[in-house]
């Protein structure tokens, strides 16, 4: 089965077993997380349900592993001809969780 839920303002396509990121969110590891979910289907894409905007009968629960910080980011600002330029770091904090059961 494949799912695609709906976290962070983004949108996941998520199997059981599968680990991801996304972004940090209030849970303590080891905490159970239910998803909202957009569209659920076999792998082949025989036996697709689509939402409107979401799947009421599906649940998608997953399991917070670990909490953690991203690569850096370099954000570099440049004007030329009056020598200024800028470098800027960010580093995103994610959540990985473990999709346990669609």
Not at 20 to 27: D, M, N, Q, S
Not at 80 to 101: A, D, L, M
Request: aromatic share 6%.
């Amino acid at each position: 089965m494949i799912a695609v839920i709906k976290t962070g303002g983004k949108q996941y396509k998520v199997k059981e077993g599968e680990v991801i990121k996304i972004e940090k969110i209030a849970k303590e590891p080891g905490e159970i997380l239910e998803f909202e979910v957009l569209m659920v289907g076999d792998e082949e894409g025989k036996d697709v349900k689509i939402g409107t905007p979401f799947l009421s009968d599906v649940k998608v629960t997953g399991k917070v592993l670990e909490h953690g910080k991203d690569k850096k980011v370099l954000v570099t600002k440049y004007k030329p001809k009056v020598r200024y330029t800028r470098n800027v770091g960010h580093r995103q904090f994610y959540t990985k969780v473990e999709i346990q059961k669609i």
